[in-house]
């Protein structure tokens, strides 16, 4: 059940991207569908988060201390917000591609972290699948990337936005396993909302902009379906596999995108990225499978 969570948010996840796309057919911009996916989603975490504590008080049960809310609101700040916003400011710097590329190396520092400062096993199976996986990421991406995009300084953030979203999936889990999936999904996503949409309040003020049923309707797609549920399906899943397994299992992110964008954008499927593709599920499966294999025998 963990694995097949942590695969239905990773599709979900998916769908950012072509939503966004289909938001800019319809004459949005990044702005517009970042603000309308915070606005939206802001007041179902914190309904989510307020009735999950409602609960726990009719049953008498006790509620996550303080310190736990701060540490959840910390946990949502660094892989939610300070990920994201060094991922976009890399991308000012080099392609998307080569973003997608170097993101995608945080199973490997989950791997990595954990067996540093957790005390995880540093499995070989674990290492030669995460490399398995990384090697069709290289195949789908690396023919594609446009020369000059080597910045160094957009490869360094990229890369601290990986780390930081290693972290986050490291520290996610043990809060989850104090909180539960919903306090700590809606509280870590309601400070993360926060501060995305408060940069923008502070630049742009309240000014009223005309936004068509359109893109209205995809502002909602991308708030509840691209954010909302696959955070709390990616917790979820959290709860019951182990964070090298859900970072693994998100390196079909990009496959799926693929795959997305080829049946609603009508863009194309090369046969190197069908091999690459094929690579990242022959890696994941491999992964999934061995970890589970070894969890039966303990």
Not at 227 to 256: C, D, E, K, Q, Y
Request: charged fraction near 10%; charge should be positive; proline fraction near 3%.
């Amino acid at each position: 059940m963990g694995y097949a969570l942590a695969i239905a948010g990773t599709l979900l996840f998916s769908t950012k991207s072509i939503i966004i796309k289909l938001s800019y057919n319809e004459g949005a911009d990044a702005e517009v569908m970042q603000s309308l996916r915070m606005m939206i989603s802001l007041p179902i975490y914190v309904g989510i988060g307020v009735h999950a504590l409602l609960e726990l008080r009719s049953a008498g049960q006790q509620r996550p201390s303080g310190k736990a809310l701060l540490e959840a609101t910390g946990i949502g700040l660094i892989g939610y917000w300070a990920s994201s916003y060094v991922d976009l400011k890399g991308l000012e710097y080099i392609s998307a591609q080569l973003e997608r590329l170097i993101l995608f190396t945080y199973p490997l520092f989950v791997i990595l972290f954990g067996a540093l400062f957790l005390g995880y096993k540093l499995s070989s199976r674990a290492l030669a699948a995460c490399a398995l996986s990384y090697l069709g990421l290289a195949v789908i991406f690396l023919p594609i990337i446009s020369v000059g995009d080597g910045s160094v300084i957009g490869v360094l953030l990229i890369l601290a936005s990986a780390m930081m979203f290693a972290i986050y999936q490291l520290l996610a889990k043990s809060a989850i396993a104090v909180m539960g999936v919903r306090i700590f999904t809606s509280v870590s996503m309601t400070a993360a909302a926060i501060a995305a949409l408060l940069p923008f309040v502070v630049v742009h003020g309240f000014r009223p902009t005309v936004i068509s049923p359109n893109v209205l309707m995809l502002g909602l797609a991308l708030a509840i379906g691209g954010t909302v549920l696959p955070s709390f399906l990616f917790s979820a899943a959290l709860r019951s596999i182990s964070a090298r397994a859900n970072a693994i299992i998100g390196t079909i992110s990009p496959v799926m995108t693929i795959g997305l964008a080829s049946a609603i954008l009508g863009e194309t499927m090369t046969p190197v990225g069908i091999l690459g593709g094929a690579l990242v599920v022959a890696g994941v499966a491999w992964f999934s499978i061995s970890e589970h294999q070894s969890q039966q025998r303990r």
